[in-house]
């Protein structure tokens, strides 16, 4: 299970160091979703990508740190939660929030994975 949860863990970083990149640069697609679709100004964009690009550093550097990688896991599932929601308000339906909630997962299987490590101590 171990090697399962890094993988995972791997994946996420690169995810959401692309997702967040691609929010703090301004992308247009972006742009349009956050504030046409979903209604929401668009430096809130830039706070998601900030979150999402910081908690992807921190998956990394969970690695040597695994408390790091429990608390950035928290932190976007926590992400993805809201993001499901808002596609769920924006009245998108299952098909538009599968990503989010495939993400939603992943992170909750390593923010698991590492909390019964830290908590066994191995």
Known sequence: MKWVVRI?????????LLAGGMKLS????QV?????????PVVFMYVVGV???LAAIGLFIGYW???????SAGLLALT???AVLTHFQAGQGLAESVAALILLALALLVF???RSSLQTGS
């Open 112 to 114: 698991f994975g590492y």
């Open 65 to 71: 740190k695994p408390k790091v990688s429990l608390y």
């Open 26 to 29: 301004g992308n247009p697609m």
């Open 80 to 82: 993805m939660a809201g």
């Open 32 to 40: 349009t979703a956050f504030t046409e679709i979903y209604g929401y």
């Open 51 to 53: 979150i999402e690009v």
């Open 8 to 16: 995972v863990q791997a994946l996420l970083t690169l995810v959401f």
